[in-house]
């Protein structure tokens, strides 16, 4: 049987980082999205296809992120989990 060299503790840990950091991340974006919505009513030039433009992008970013994350924390708890039962 292989040794487990990494903590649990540490890979459980890391796993609720990310986890918190995709909650916050989504946060953020639901904020961010409150502020466009708000902003686009008012603005009427046209730097403001520029500026959306750009915010698409990074909403769009900020989704793809936040599946990673909550990719990441799931496979490191589910890591975590198996190692922890290994070790029993």
Known sequence: MPEIIVPISLLSNTAKD????QKDTAAIRVKLNKKM???EKT?????????FRYYQEL????VAS??????????MQAIAERYAAINK
């Open 66 to 75: 936040n599946e990673i994350m909550s990719i990441l924390a799931q496979q």
């Open 37 to 39: 919505k708000n902003l």
């Open 18 to 21: 990310f986890s918190k950091a």
């Open 59 to 62: 909403d769009q970013q900020l």
């Open 43 to 51: 603005w009427n030039d046209l730097s403001k296809q520029q500026i």
